[in-house]
């Protein structure tokens, strides 16, 4: 018989509990200074912080989009139609993302790669990270109407 190397399991739950340990402010800032820890081929177990990033996106556009049409509009309807326009377009964007993340898993799996959903929850959640941020700084550019343009 051939022996089989004993698997620490004390040790497999240090490593969980080291990952689990980390803060999605120590998370954030790892993606902006280390990135390529982040987007490697490991599953790290931060799909809910991708999750986080992801429903982060949807409340920015929404209030993006929001701010964008309360300006524009200045008359009795502006809170209707901005509110509209806000949720239509929001969901406009998201449907199309989750669509990606649900082929992206699809294709993986056709490929034979045995990586869950939540990995790729955690790769694409992590890399819309810079695409919010752009968005934080847009809200108050616009509500002081500063553009690249004017």
Known sequence: MSEQPEVNNELV???????????????????????????????????????????????????SIFVQRVIMFSGTAWFSWGFSGAVRQSIAYMVPLAIVLFLFHWYATKEGNKQKISFFFEKVGAAILIPCVFLLLSIPFNLLDITIHS
């Open 13 to 63: 739950e240090e490593v969980k509990e080291e990952q689990q340990k980390l803060s999605y402010f120590q998370y954030v800032k790892q993606i902006f200074k280390n990135p390529s820890a982040i987007f490697n081929e490991d599953f790290k177990g931060y799909d809910l912080f991708g999750i986080i990033n992801l429903m982060a996106l949807a409340v920015l556009l929404f209030g």
